[in-house]
């Protein structure tokens, strides 16, 4: 598997940062933590360390009857099962769609013919890079797929308008959820205001 | 300071992964990382790998004209300075309503008579248990404040509605900022459907 590059490097321009070291802290196949040793605005010395865990993608796949699929797994951070939406992380030099197409066949066993681009967010750009890419999946089509091994999900279909009520009080916590849930009812409007 | 605990622990009754052990890899004021040896799903033995930056909180200040606080700030992991609203990290053993009051003092010079919670969201819960705390305050009052050495701030004030369009067309792309605003504009009522 081709290694994830640090991030970010090198400074930019109108950056007021000087980065002078980048020590690798940690790297496994899912996360790499970066320390850099800074100059920070105010021209004391100290360090910023980054968390890097790649980019990743969160699908509303919507059905011709504006239902969105859920799929429901375990979360080991924070020791709970949560339902929210289909996705997962970019691979290293993957594109984004395909990375979204791949992730709908093995968490949802589902093929798209109309796939559109919502947007894009940074998750918790203090500490990481990672950007979340929301993808609108429709004309959909049931194939035979193999869930990762690590991944248990079983799934849901429910009106769009549920679901983005599941983000509102609290039953459906994942940022990156709501986030293309809402995009996702603004772009096909209803009632979802 | 006091030490930000380690996270998750111990092993959910309901979880299907087993921790055999923790291992704390990096810590600063800022970040915690530690490596769980773990029992995954399907029996096998691995690694799962925990980046916390601790719970962080985000406010939508609004005036008594429907005008939100935007901050611009520069963000190191990104390297790009970015709009976005006052917040930061909750502080070991405080409360999240005392953090966001701390941040809006320290980030817009501001203290409100109204506070609202809006919501909680986990921001990238496939690493990290962080979970972002969103706020909305009125009854705004300017006071003289000092923010922090690092942080080089400008501030505007800009119509709610023009706000969640910045988040709309990918001019602001701070997950947490998003998501207050889309909530702090259902809570005010409006044209931000």
């Not at 004391?44 to 059905?63: C, E, F, H, K, L």
């Not at 709970?80 to 949802?108: F, H, M």
């Not at 066993?109 to 998750?123: C, I, K, Q, R, Y």
């Amino acid at each position: 598997m081709t290694q994830r590059p640090t991030r970010p490097t090198p400074d930019a321009p109108d950056s007021p940062w000087r980065t002078l070291r980048a020590t690798e802290i940690y790297r496994n196949p899912w996360l790499t933590v970066t320390e850099f040793g800074v100059t920070r605005p105010d021209g004391s010395a100290g360090v910023y360390s980054v968390a890097d865990p790649g980019d990743n993608v969160t699908i509303a796949a919507v059905d011709g009857e504006g239902r969105v699929l859920l799929v429901r797994d375990f979360i080991f951070p924070l020791q709970r099962w949560s339902w929210s939406l289909p996705g997962g992380a970019v691979e290293p030099e993957e594109d984004p769609l395909a990375a979204a197409r791949r992730e709908l066949a093995e968490e949802a066993e589902l093929v798209a013919g109309d796939w559109l681009p919502l947007g894009s967010f940074w998750l918790t750009p203090g500490i990481s890079p990672q950007t979340s890419l929301c993808f609108l999946a429709r004309d959909l089509r049931a194939i035979a797929a193999r869930s990762e091994p690590t991944e248990v999900i079983s799934r849901v279909w429910t009106p769009l308008d549920d679901a983005l009520d599941r983000c509102r009080h609290g039953e459906m916590r994942h940022a990156t959820a709501a986030l293309t849930l809402w995009l996702a009812r603004e772009h096909l409007g209803g009632s979802g205001a």
